[in-house]
């Protein structure tokens, strides 16, 4: 591959991460509205009769944000917090998108956070009665973006090399 290749290439993975953070990010401010629309469309579905524990945990979580939003509204500023990191660690791999073989320790960095990503949703999940197939959906975000990150860090390493020669 050209270089010019390699580096069109490597911006189209990063924009993929990034819009990917982004999204993740944006869409945990509104999590009550979210969970209410998708209840909505699980009835609809007929998720209780195809997938009944989903569906009652789909349920019971709504139960409760609807209950702490309305008593504690307050709480939901952890996960604004939550938003605003997604949003943040997006602008961090604007410096790979930038100049991509002076700031691969971003990507590095990304791979060492997806890493944390299984191992965070396998011990905090069960403390806190997270179902199993509800981690395996969290680590799921981990192992795609790491597979990304994967692409991403050997076109970087090739993108280095062409430059050299």
């Not at 952890?78 to 971003?106: C, E, Q, S």
Request: with cysteine; hydrophobic share 60%.
């Amino acid at each position: 591959m050209s270089a010019a290749s390699l580096l069109r290439s490597i911006r189209i993975w990063l924009g993929v991460v990034i819009v990917g953070l982004v999204v993740s990010g944006v869409t945990a401010f509104p999590l009550q509205h979210e969970l209410e629309w998708m209840v909505r469309v699980a009835a609809w579905m007929q998720l209780a009769v195809h997938a009944p524990a989903l569906n009652a945990w789909l349920t019971r979580v709504l139960g409760a944000l609807t209950v702490t939003d309305a008593r504690y509204p307050f709480l939901a500023y952890g996960t604004d917090w939550l938003a605003f990191a997604h949003l943040v660690i997006a602008v961090a791999f604007v410096g790979p998108y930038r100049d991509p073989v002076r700031n691969k320790w971003v990507i590095d960095w990304g791979l060492i956070a997806c890493a944390g990503v299984p191992l965070m949703a396998l011990i905090a999940g069960p403390i806190r009665g997270i179902p199993v197939y509800w981690r395996l959906i969290d680590c799921s975000f981990g192992v795609f973006c790491c597979l990304a990150l994967l692409v991403l860090r050997r076109r970087v390493v090739e993108l280095e090399r062409v430059q050299k020669s």
